[in-house]
């Protein structure tokens, strides 16, 4: 079951039909839409400022978001996938973003709709990645500007595709019930 942790009289708000990975911790100040998946090993550390987190957002196995006191907060659009082991810490992604896997994202730093961060980038702190634009590096620089609709059709498709891989979980556990409960009634 995933770790749900209140702190300084915050309690996550999680939407309708969210796939929460049993490891994964969200504490605080955390608010999430509805049908998002937060994967394996991830952790919303809405402690010391809010994150929110919009409609059908996935964020993948081992990603960290948190934030700076008092100065940065996280805001995620709708459709948004972040990938594998990303670090989001006080930064603003529109919807129909894309954050590649290993990416780095900083304080105050903007990722604009349909915009895509190329996986092991660092986005440095108050950088500004325009709408549809393709960023990647180390620091991150200006690659291209890539189709709006292209852009937004994947985006749409992996959120899609996350939300049917998190129905697997959620059969796995209906069935484990399902025989543990036949065994209970075996066993009487």
Known sequence: MALIKSVRGYTPEIGKNCFLADNCTIIGDVVMGDDCSIWFNTVLRGDVNSIKIGNRVNIQDGSVLH???QKSTIEIGDDVSIGHNVTIHGA???DFALIGMGAVVMDDAEVGEG???????VVLSRTKIGPNELWGGAPAKFIKMVDPEQSKEINRKIAKNYLMYSTWYDAELENRIETEAERDAEQK
């Open 115 to 121: 915009a895509l961060v190329a996986a092991g980038s």
């Open 67 to 69: 934030t700076l006191y």
């Open 92 to 94: 603003k992604i529109h």
